[in-house]
């Protein structure tokens, strides 16, 4: 009896089941796939920074993820789709890849429900050997930051403008005044600042053309390290000075800024009419590996003097008798 009732409950099931039914329930998944992209410097090492792969986009559902150097780029075709074979030119773009460079990998024929695993390893960076690698730099307008004249009150001075300078000082005398005065001053450059270092892949350790032909080798990390220190000093220095008999005078000091931006640059190397290598002569083929900015500081100090008016024709200057007279000291006090 319970092989009857056992008979009967299978029966019911398949008459529940239309055969549209049962070809859905049996429809295989679309073809699919990954492929494993690697991109590395000539020599292998990985490369670093970020970087894109294009040339996928044929791949039915495809997207893609990236980690460190790698990527991997997945596709799905339609349930119970297909995929052709496919050649692709995939191609890595980077911040540290000068030029774009491709790697071919070929997509075979997929029927519904296989799946392949691919991998493409792409080299990318330059030969230094082939470019030129030269210092450029470029100066601002210098800008006077800084300036002051002695101020001692202990001498007669007289109302005159020439230089910028509305008062001066009054030797009227036949001998001459030496003294000594202490001065700002500030000499060097500044920290770099708004640097710029592309790291390009085979521009580690370049060649620098330096006077005479040299060429030093330096890794560009380090040229930027150098030039972004600070080499700045300042302080105060004596300045030992003597005014001429019969002449009017200032002691002055001025500070200036110049705003600079040096630029390590490398420039493809081509063959002149005689078959030798030299760097291109067009300008966009000069490309710009690292750069820093920095501010220049330069101090200008000493006497200035001019004949007194009201002792003409006594003036000589470098003139005059000696007579030991050193109180011509003072402060500098400046006009910001």
Known sequence: MKKIFSLIALAGVIAACTPEQIQTAFKLAGAKGAIDVEVV??????IEGQFQIAGFDALPGSSIAYSGNKAV????????????LTDLTLTAT????????SGKVTVPALVPGQEAKLACRIRVGETVGEWY???????GETELVQSGLLANPHYTTFAYSHAGIESWY?????????????????????AGYDVEFHDYAGFETVYVDYIWGLSVPMAVKDWVEAMSAEDLEEGTAKINFKVSAWAMWNIYDEIYRTPIKARLV????????DGELVP??????KKV??????DKFETEAGLIELPYPEAAGHYVKGQGHENGATNAGGGISFNE
Do not use: H, R, W
């Not at 780029?73 to 052709?84: D, L, N, P, Y």
């Not at 980077?94 to 460079?101: A, H, K, R, Y």
């Not at 291109?280 to 083929?285: F, G, K, Q, V, Y």
């Open 41 to 46: 410097k000539l020599n292998g090492d990985p």
């Open 266 to 273: 490398a420039i493809p190397l081509v063959k002149d009419e």
């Open 280 to 285: 291109s002569e067009n300008e966009a083929d």
């Open 73 to 84: 780029i997945t596709f799905q075709a339609a349930e119970g789709a297909s995929v052709a």
């Open 94 to 101: 980077g911040e540290n890849i000068l030029f774009p460079v």
């Open 289 to 294: 590996v690292a750069s820093v900015s920095y």
């Open 170 to 190: 009054v030797n009227n005398s036949e001998f001459m005044l030496s003294g000594v005065v202490e001065v700002p001053y500030k000499e060097g450059y500044t």
């Open 133 to 139: 690698f030269g210092e450029e730099g470029e100066a």
